[in-house]
């Protein structure tokens, strides 16, 4: 992205071809300067993708046969875990709304963390679509211009444009505002808030196109619903705001960086609704299928109770309905809410139960039984297992080094003169930022 | 050495090894790379191939069928006639479920031979219903069982493909002629048209066809039975390659019972208009308006 400016500014100001890569370069030193703690970290993650790149690499040369997948259940893991993680990243506008469209001046200082969080999650999905191809070799086939792009009748396409979007404008704003902040100057709204209000409503357009690419599939019944898209959405409010807080308490524990109460409580009043909502949502759902009787609740009955003796989701799903309720109650219960460790149980619990529901739990009921009615079930190979847990790595990776870099500066301790950061002049004293076209 | 150096140092160190241990992990990629040829990579979608092009990528196919399964093969490219609108249709009350069609299909199409491939599933199903439910397509007994009927299904050509909707660089499409095809070498292997196919009709080559020099049907073509390469989408072409030049699909003169009936259906005389005109047929799951092309029919 460029990050432009006007030349009245230039003229009296550090020109950006000295600043930017003293910018770039300060922020390399970020990144790979740390504690033991974190080199340690690094290490593991990086351990872990490697062996999931070796999984990978094995796959694309002998072929998915080495997945569990097949013509019966021709999505897995892979897409699975491709849908949980564009929730993940829609899930990190739940801070921007509060911060931009609220002016809530706290949720403002840490609102990059899940700008930056989106990011992360962003790529991770894109590395799902990449490992679920048989022809990773053919990638260039789906870029515009070069390749055959079947937009936008191909919903597939529609995808790949809104996930590409939304990581350009998360990286423009984060890049934009590090940038700015780096240099102690006050960002120009013009340069930044536009974009936030795109980014907004993209958020929601990307776990949509999501939805869509299943909804969208008269074939599947399973899939085949209108609620699919909006709990999507519930579900992505629901993780995102999950992982954000607990960051935030990692972050709070292991740096320097202050991080208030105040954007935890938010996110915990905005997760007491989506919780609720995603909940009632799915017993819409079940209630739908199960009492309408019809040849329709095969794939229902399938995840929920077994379908001829087949039940190899059935203990994941009522694991990942419990985890959500036990989250419910928790986050409803003021006393229990004021105990940390039980809150952050909660939080992870509540994590993993959405990715079995929206992961496993809604991928593979689409395929089982088979749109001829065969039961064919599914099991995840240690190749599979290997990948997914590798571009988990990568995420997380990405996701510590862009705090790494961004804390520091966005906290004022690192900038171009090295001079601290005022508080009383950060954007969050900005003049009204103007509403988006 | 000061300690500002010495961390430096090490994290140029510990960059080079992460970066080594990086090419050693995706070491088996360049093993798959290094049997794919420049020119296949760069191939244009098969739309947009000239037909010097196309002799030279056809030439191609041919050497590499040679070189990795010994086969002299011939691989053409045929294209639809004017005039045609290819269909399908199939007697049930005569089908007695022996599957040789889809061995035939399997011979014919140069199927993969461990997995015994074909693009036909035959289900056996409960006379008096037509719940999918209570129809098996690994039924392992003699045949025709009593209280049952036989139903094959394969591509059923729809006329509305969800299919070829989804595709994201058109890898599949439908051709004048009504056979949907699929580029082999265009495909990214997505498996998006597989979930949306509602007949089941659509294969993915899991892993590269396994399949003897002396087995191989030689007579091929490019869009359909040519050995398909791996990671990429397959399904029936209704045998194109022997019915645009005026045979009748392998299926279909494998049946012992004339159940099939295949033809023109733009040609009033033709079997297949007929049988359409006097018959009480009808199609799958028509409410998901896919408008297939294959038809079924009983005859009592
Ligand atoms: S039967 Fe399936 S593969 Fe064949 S045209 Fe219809 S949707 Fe496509
Ligand atoms: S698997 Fe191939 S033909 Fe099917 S949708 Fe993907 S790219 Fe298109």
Redesign the pocket.
């Known amino acids: 992205m460029s990050r432009k400016t006007t030349a009245k500014e230039s003229e009296e100001r550090p020109k950006h071809w000295v600043s930017y890569p003293r910018f770039l370069w300060r922020s390399l030193a970020l990144a790979t300067d740390g504690s033991w703690a974190f080199y340690a970290w690094m290490t593991g993650l990086t351990a872990i993708a490697l062996v999931g790149a070796n999984a990978w690499a094995g796959q694309v040369s002998s072929g998915m046969g080495v997945t569990g997948m097949s013509d019966h259940v021709s999505w897995g893991l892979y897409i699975a875990n491709f849908t949980f993680a564009v929730g993940l990243a829609a899930g990190g506008v739940m801070m921007v709304i509060p911060a931009y469209l609220y002016h809530d001046d706290e949720m403002h200082d840490v609102v990059i963390v899940g700008e930056l969080l989106a990011i992360a999650a962003l790529i991770v999905s894109l590395g799902f679509v990449v490992a679920d191809l048989?022809r990773p070799d053919r990638f260039w086939?789906l870029l515009p211009g070069i390749g055959r792009f079947n937009w936008p009748i191909?919903m597939?396409t529609w995808d790949v444009v809104v996930l590409n979007g939304y990581l350009l404008l998360n990286l423009h704003i984060c890049g934009y505002l590090l940038y700015m902040r780096f240099l102690g100057r006050k960002p120009n709204p013009k340069w930044y808030v536009p974009f936030v209000f795109l980014s907004v409503i993209w958020a929601i357009s990307v776990h949509t196109v999501t939805a869509f690419l299943y909804s969208g599939l008269g074939g599947r019944p399973f899939w085949n619903s209108a609620l699919l898209a909006p709990r999507f959405l519930a579900s992505a409010f629901v993780t995102g705001p999950a992982f954000i807080v607990l960051a935030l308490q990692v972050v709070r524990r292991t740096t320097s960086f202050r991080v208030p109460e105040g954007p935890i409580q938010t996110l915990l009043k905005i997760m007491r609704v989506t919780v609720l909502v995603n909940l009632f949502m799915a017993g819409a759902e079940v209630f739908t299928e199960f009492y309408t009787g019809s040849s329709h609740v095969a794939a229902a009955r399938y995840l929920y109770i077994g379908l001829h003796g087949k039940t190899a989701l059935v203990p994941w799903i009522w694991t990942g309905l419990a985890f959500n309720v036990f989250a419910a109650i928790v986050l409803h219960t003021p006393k229990l809410v004021a105990k940390r460790p039980l809150l952050n149980l909660a939080l992870v619990l509540v994590f993993s139960g959405v990715w079995i529901e929206k992961g496993m739990g809604l991928i593979i009921p689409g395929f089982v039984p088979s749109t001829m009615h065969e039961l064919v079930e599914y099991y995840p190979t240690l190749t599979e297992w290997k990948v997914t847990a590798g571009l988990w790595a990568v995420g997380m990776m990405v996701f510590t080094i862009a705090l790494k870099v961004a804390l520091p500066i966005f906290g004022g301790e690192v900038g171009a003169g090295e001079r601290s950061w005022k508080r009383d002049d950060a954007p969050d004293s900005d003049p009204e930022p103007a509403p988006a076209e | 050495m000061s300690a500002l150096n010495r961390r430096r140092l090490l994290k140029g160190a510990g960059a080079t090894l992460g970066a080594l241990a990086f090419a050693k992990a995706i070491e088996p990629v360049f093993e798959f790379t290094a049997n794919l040829s420049g020119d296949e990579f760069l191939q244009k979608h098969y739309r947009e191939l000239s037909p010097d092009d196309l002799r030279t990528v056809l030439a191609r196919l041919e050497a590499e069928t040679k070189e990795k399964y010994g086969a002299d093969v011939t691989i053409r490219d045929i294209r639809p006639q004017d005039g045609v609108q290819f269909g399908y249709a199939l007697n049930l009350s005569t089908c007695i479920g022996c599957r040789r069609c889809a061995e035939a299909c399997h011979v014919e199409n140069n199927h993969d031979r461990k997995t015994h491939q074909s693009y036909i599933r035959v289900f056996e199903m409960q006379q008096g219903s037509f719940d999918m439910e209570q129809g098996d397509a690994t039924y392992d007994h003699p045949v025709p069982q009593p209280g049952r009927y036989y139903m094959p299904v394969q591509c059923q050509q729809c006329d509305n493909p969800p299919?070829?909707k989804?595709?994201?660089?058109?890898?599949?499409w439908k051709e004048k002629d009504g056979i949907v095809v699929?580029?082999y070498n265009?495909?990214?292997?997505?498996?998006?048209?597989?979930a949306?196919c509602p007949y089941h009709a659509?294969r993915?080559n899991w892993e590269a066809p396994e399949i003897s020099a002396e087995e191989i049907n030689p007579n091929q073509s490019y869009l359909s039975n040519r050995i398909r390469p791996q990671g990429?989408?397959e399904k029936c072409t209704f045998c194109l390659h022997r019915t645009r030049t005026g045979a009748l699909p392998a299926c279909l003169e494998a049946c012992p019972t004339g159940a099939r009936v295949f033809g023109n259906l733009l040609d009033p005389d033709s079997e297949i208009r007929w049988v359409l005109e006097n018959k009480r047929v009808f199609v799958l799951k028509e409410e998901l308006g896919a408008r297939p092309r294959f038809f079924y029919f009983f005859d009592v």
């Open positions: 048989g086939h191909s597939l | 299919c070829t989804v595709c994201p660089v058109e890898a599949t699929v580029d265009w495909c990214i292997g997505c498996r998006y048209c597989e949306a659509r993915f990429v989408v």
